[in-house]
């Protein structure tokens, strides 16, 4: 990607002081002194008409900071475990849309793109946008042979924007967390730079369609999906070509009845087939909104903008089939330990309150069917109860979480009896089913044996690395807290006795080879008379260490 670093770090303070008078304009100057920066504390909000809420405020400071900071007011309109519900629902107002880009500047970047005029890449395209947003927009187009396609072409000059405001934010996250503990207790910079990630995987169009086409792959033998095709010949960093999906916006219920298509149906096959991308693939596409789903008249779904996406290993997979145990068992424990593994934890976090707290969410469900359960509501619940424990998600199973809330709510729209759990417990149960058959067993067992041989064959090397670390003095330990000195103590005492077991019987092993060696000697009687007080020393040191021992494991009175 191309940037201009000299431009953006001229531009940075300029960019930093509007930043900071948005803020204090819409009331938020508090955020101001937590930056470690002096400032006015604003009195635009009390200027205006109508009176607005401090969740108003937050919603129209970001509008007015621009697609970065949408693009962030979105994504934390989705994270219950760091903010509560009148934040998220205000945020979930922001609109990622724009103004079309002029097509002469379409047209010169396609040309630099592709080598060629638009015309020779295209037998048409339309320069008027099918939508636009503030990273890129869609054009309609048709290739050489006719086929229809999509082609989205990113802003000029967005990354350098966006790179701007990314490398601002994440130095006003640094700030924060040194001027203000909230930003240090939910670590503002992990966040900050976790979104910064996230953003810029957005901006590659390679990227988004290398995972269109993995999640194509792991579709390939699925008849009820449709993922379109990458056209590579046309397809660059910053330029995009997919077929184009014709279908009904799922959304669309008129139509779908119109079409004599049941809308119970098809909400079952979207939600499976994204719990299949979530429980099964491990990779999924991460923004199931209306706008991205499509219905065909066979009942198809079709899936478009791959741009964001998440990714869980096996390990958080397991995880969520045992959320999903915990909540059909009402097992408050269990899910306790379940949110404990999910979560990054704050040291200290109380066990217990959340057991506790777990088994009160679970008590308002406790007269209600499994099929009456919104997993959805439930999710941002327990998101709710993560953030009072002060356990916050790691980045892919927020977005994970995200996307499932996302899914219930689009199979809804579709179907107002639909129950994201009729069909997620079903296949938690099949997993689960699967992950203790005697085959899963087998290939777990063969795993172990394969971790176990390698770590024998490589504890060797490791502990060469360790003392060569110790002669080098770069080996140290300074964990010493007062509460070890009784063990300190008593391994001391172990250690002393063990030294002793072994120089007793280093000291009769080698009176026995010295016997050995002297057989037929002049040396051979006195040595005997030697290995005899040496025995004797062993005997004496073995009944000491066997009384202590025994003493010491007695109850004191």
Known sequence: MATQPQVMRRDRPARSRQIIEILARNGLGFLIGALGREGRSASGAS???????????????????????????????????????????????LQDAAQPVPAEQVASVLAEELGCPVEEAFLSFEMTPLAAASIGQAHAAT??????????????????????????????????????????????LAIAQEFAQTLRSELDYLSEASNLERIADNFAEEPDIHIPKVFWETTTSRVLTIERIRGIKISDVASLDAAGLNRSEVAHRAARLLLTMILEHGFFHADPHAGNVFVEPSGRIGLIDFGMVGEVDSTARDLLVRLVVAIVRKDAG??????????????????????????????????????????????????????????????????????????????????????????????????????????????????????????????????????????????????????????????????????????????????????????????????????????????????????QLWRSRRPKS
Do not use: C
Request: aromatic residues 6%; charged residues 25%.
């Open 334 to 547: 269990l899910l306790a330990d379940v949110m404990l593994e999910l979560g990054v934890a704050q040291p200290h976090v109380d066990r217990n309150a959340l057991r506790r707290d777990m088994q009160r969410l679970l008590a308002r469900y406790s007269d209600r069917k499994l099929g009456e359960v919104k997993l959805g509501l439930m999710l941002s619940e327990l998101l709710d109860v993560l953030r009072w424990h002060h356990l916050r998600l790691a980045p892919d199973l927020a977005l994970l979480v995200k996307t499932i809330v996302m899914g219930e709510g689009l199979g809804a729209e579709v179907d107002p009896t639909f129950n994201l759990m009729d069909v997620y417990a079903p296949m938690a149960e099949d997993l689960m089913r699967q992950r203790f058959s005697q085959g899963e067993w087998l290939k777990q067992l063969l795993l172990a044996s394969v971790d176990s041989l390698q770590m024998g064959l490589e504890l060797p090397r490791q502990v060469h690395r360790i003392l060569g670390d110790i002669e080098r003095g770069g080996f140290e330990v300074s964990v010493q807290p007062s509460s070890f000195t009784p063990y300190l103590s008593q391994m001391e005492l172990l250690i002393n006795r063990v030294v002793i077991a072994v120089l007793a019987a280093a000291l009769a092993i080698t009176a026995a080879l010295l016997i050995v060696a002297t057989r037929g000697t002049p040396w051979e009687v006195p040595l005997g008379l030697l290995l005899l007080a040496d025995l004797a020393g062993v005997g004496i040191f073995g009944m000491t260490a066997v009384t």
């Open 143 to 188: 290739l050489a042979d006719g086929t229809e396609v999509v082609v989205k072409v990113r802003r000029p000059g967005v990354v350098e924007q966006i790179e701007e405001d990314l490398h601002i934010l994440v130095d006003l996250a640094v700030k924060a967390s040194r001027h203000w503990e909230v930003a240090r207790f939910y670590d503002l």
């Open 47 to 93: 200027q205006r008409a109508k009176p607005v809420t401090g969740p108003e405020r937050v919603r129209i400071a970001i509008e007015e900071l621009g697609p970065t900071f949408i693009k962030l007011g979105q994504i934390l309109s989705t994270r219950g475990d760091l903010l509560p519900e009148g934040y998220r629902a205000e945020l979930a107002k």
